[in-house]
């Protein structure tokens, strides 16, 4: 029968606990999860009656009904919690409390420590420890014993009410689905089920909050500590920080770096990680949104959390650029999504590509895009397909999750990684060791913005090492051998930054321990108040690289790291466009979609071509190609041709082998004009007018500031702008940047203050602009050093 409804709680007794905000949401959950749970009970009961040879529904019948009993006795008990008095009375400062009776002792230093759920870092026996206790901040060793304050005594009561109905739904989630796929045609077992899910779903989250009310009573309690994220076993526990070692690393102002702000979120972004994990979102796009449709997502689910499964809202495609600055992401947001396909150091075989092109064929209108991180994004995903393509994609080891969002991104890695002639040491044991063994960690599920990784051997060092967080590149060192040096602190954007040497050669074994040791090093010290300084390049260049290398090697590593000389800069072309030979004496073939754009069919016909040629490998690669690996000597020119026959050239010009752009307005809501179609427009009428060149040239075409596409490190570097015309309209355009590069010489590009070209100008200005190029260069000058000393009227 359904639980009778609870009168309310009487009020507190004088010098009874103060319970937290959060306690009567709990409270109602749990009366909420106790009704389901007896409307459950009775459904499963009124099935098991009528088919009474079902031994499965008789088991799932008793097993709804004694979570209902349960759940019904835990109403009582929580209503009651208002009226109990503290476990321990109000003391003044400084005096102890004697335990109480059948309590065990604690001794001093064994308090246990609090479990951030969104950046806790615990170890694997821990987390496999089911009934391991959340418990309070951890004391120093050298503390007094404290007692609980009455606050965090009614606290942790709380989180064990909150974690008592938690089990109880997910065990009455489970009998109700049982029944409900037993009888798979009764409508009422069905409801039952879903609703049981969702109140499992509440369940867990009023836990959760439970848990954020218990650290704020720690927090506040005379001897509570600062709060640590634990360590996983094997690596040094990170010290308690003096107060000398605070103001060292402290922002100027407060930044809401965690070991020395704590954890108070200062924005809605941080707390809305800190209410709910972001993969957390993933049960109920199963479970909800996808039965339910798009409307019953929950903003605060829809715009952070989506991001953790990879997946973004697209632009409508009513709205032109110049709404982009006036309306607010809501009213920008299709009913569509984005899906990104994470492909860690851009490996795919063909078969997981041709699962990719069928999955874009039949749920995403045959989109497709290679990107500059090695992933393969759709659009026009709906939120009701989203389960299946997980499951499609899951039954060839692919996935979407930590796609975007605050948590470390897909590993850059070359996309000739164990076959290139030019490798001085293959780096993917080590990337399939962070992806295996870290990058599923909850403390990496909470950082304060993204962070990009890249890993690669080869002397072409073919992973724009010079942008990201945290780049490893192969370097030989003249004792020791085939390693990497270590680069940190790289970032574009609005206020781009190229990353600096640690100066440390780093063997192949230590990379993960050496990249875990920034990640934490982000998570712990960045900046999370403002989201614009939230990227660990600012937090570098605040500590200079002496400083961040004395703090990674002191408190995240526990042993010094080996001073490394800085690799040889390659000279040439780093891209992996062509016809090139292996060091096992076969060949690989690159080629490359204009702008990285394919669609599903193109995808599968792909998968079809490498598997007729001998291809089991494929890889995707930063600038957007893709690469066929070990192909026989007899079966290059076939390949080649049969490429060729699909719109893809292994003998691109450099026009089209070097342009790139950013999604731009066609899907995204950031973005002012468009690029992706403008630049394959570009291209067709650059290689028309102006043929080829002998000599790389870099274009980038991005939408917004932010650059997506490298504005400020190509050679022709175009920012959208809303510009106006000579007729005096507001149109789409481009700021122009010129000279940037990376490499031998990485540096930013020249900003040509003032001078705007509309986007309907554009192939006549770049067409000038490389004819006076062609004119007046030096023999095997490029255009980035032409662009240095040139005059700025033939720039314009």
Known sequence: MPVAATAAPAAAAPGTAQLPPHFPDTLALVSSGASVLAVAADATERAAAADPSDSLLAEAARAAR???????????AAAALHARPPARPHLPAGQALPNEPGQESQAAGTTPATTDASAAAVTEDAAATEDAPVTGTAAAPDSPESPDSPEVTAARENLRTAEDARDRAATATAAAEAAAEADPGNATLFSAARKARWDELKAGKAVQKATAALEEALAAAPAAGAARPAQPAGLPAPRTLTDEEKEERRAPKPQGQWLIDGHRPLNDDERIKREDAGLAVADRVRNIYALQGFDSIPAEDLAPRFKWIGMYTQRRQDMDGEQTGTLSNAELQDRYFMMRIRLDGGQVTPRQLRVIGEISSRFARGSADFTDRQNIQLHWVRIEDVPEIWDRLAQVNLDTFFGCGDVPRVILGSPVAGISKDEIIDATPAIREIKENWLTREEFANLPRKFKSAISGNRRQDVTHEIQDISFIGSEHPEKGPGFDVWVGGGLSTNPMLSRRLGVWVPIEQVPEVWVGVVRIFRDYGYRKLRNRARLKFLVADWGIEKFRRILEEDYLGHPLTDGPAPE???????????????NGRFYVGVKPTVGHTEGDQL???ADLAEAHGVSQLR??????????????????DLVAALDREGLSARPSSFRRD????TGLEFCKLALVTTKARAIELTDQLEERLGDLDVPLKISLNGCPNSCARTQVADIGLKGQIVTDENGNRVEGFQV?????????PDFGKKLRGHKVTSAGLDDYIVRVVEHYKEQRNDGEQFRDWVLRADEAVLQ
Do not use: N
């Not at 800069?569 to 060091?583: A, K, T």
């Not at 940047?737 to 010489?745: K, S, T």
């Open 66 to 76: 004694a979570a209902a009993q349960q759940a019904a006795a835990a109403v009582a």
């Open 604 to 606: 599968q016909r792909l």
């Open 569 to 583: 800069i390659w000279p040439g072309y780093r891209d992996h466009v062509g016809v090139h030979e292996q060091r």
């Open 737 to 745: 940047h010129l000279g940037g590069a990376l490499g031998m010489h």
């Open 659 to 662: 342009i790139i752009s950013c």
């Open 620 to 637: 995707t690669t930063p600038d957007k190609e893709l690469l066929f690996l070990d192909v026989d000597g007899e079966d290059v020119d």
